[in-house]
């Protein structure tokens, strides 16, 4: 099965520009996850979605993150406008309330984000 | 709110050795934590997990303590390999379906 799919994995902009995520989860899987990592940080949890409906955002920094889920396969975390202090490493997890395993989160390989 | 940390930011084993990595917890309300592994380049990998009800819990070479009273986590790697070598990190569960993960301990095997 594949697993968690980001794209792109590495993304290199100028500040001010609008920056956009993407994330494929598991299939079948009903929550999805964004994560971000820094080395003073460590992995926050930016937003989390249940159901393709966001349940808590409290983690995104500020108005200038954004996070949809049209559709059960497919996530976006848009940053406009980016700015230096938002680069990082940002995972995509997702996880399936009907396994075992309910509280297993599957990362996804990230995408590292860089803003000069 | 709550934090989750580690006691060591790095830990250097010889190959066949044992490795425990430590982790503290603030929020004794916490009832679930996981472990996760991260190799570079990669995102987090499960390892192990233990709910609040129990305080050990066994895997394949990998052991994980919990101790409620002091809120200390532990993940023992038995005879440790240089494929072991990554950063670990402890998560706990908040509020929801939230995690809290800590820093990460970088492992290092010596062959």
């Known amino acids: 099965d594949a697993g968690v799919i980001q794209s792109p994995r590495h993304e290199v902009t100028e500040m001010g520009q609008e920056v956009t995520l993407r994330c494929k989860p598991i299939?079948?899987?009903?929550?999805l996850f964004w994560y971000r990592q820094t080395m003073m940080r460590g992995l926050e949890l930016l937003i989390y979605?249940?159901?393709?409906?966001?349940?808590?955002d409290s983690g995104m920094p500020e108005d200038r993150f954004s996070a949809k889920m049209p559709n059960a396969s497919f996530s976006t975390l848009k940053i406009q406008p980016s700015e230096p202090r938002d680069s990082a490493v940002y995972f995509c997890?997702?996880?399936?309330?009907?396994?075992?395993?309910?509280?297993?989160?599957?990362f996804g390989p990230g995408t590292r984000l860089t803003v000069l | 709110g709550e934090s989750v940390g580690l006691h060591l930011p790095t830990l250097s084993v010889q190959e066949g050795d044992n490795s425990i990595i430590n982790c503290a917890y603030s929020n004794s309300a916490s009832d679930y934590f996981i472990w996760y592994k991260q190799e570079s380049g990669k995102g987090p990998q499960f390892i192990i997990d233990?709910?609040?009800?129990?305080d050990k819990r066994q895997g394949q070479r990998v052991t994980v303590l919990l101790n409620k009273t002091v809120k200390h986590l532990s993940l023992q790697i038995a005879a440790t390999q240089p494929g072991d070598s990554a950063v670990y990190f402890c998560a706990e569960r908040g509020t929801g379906n939230q995690f809290y993960f800590g820093t990460g301990t970088s492992l290092t095997v010596i062959p």
């Open positions: 233990i709910r609040s009800n129990m």
């Open positions: 299939s079948g899987h009903d929550y």
């Open positions: 997890a997702s996880s399936s309330s009907r396994t075992s395993a309910p509280d297993t989160q599957y």
């Open positions: 979605f249940n159901n393709n409906v966001p349940i808590d």
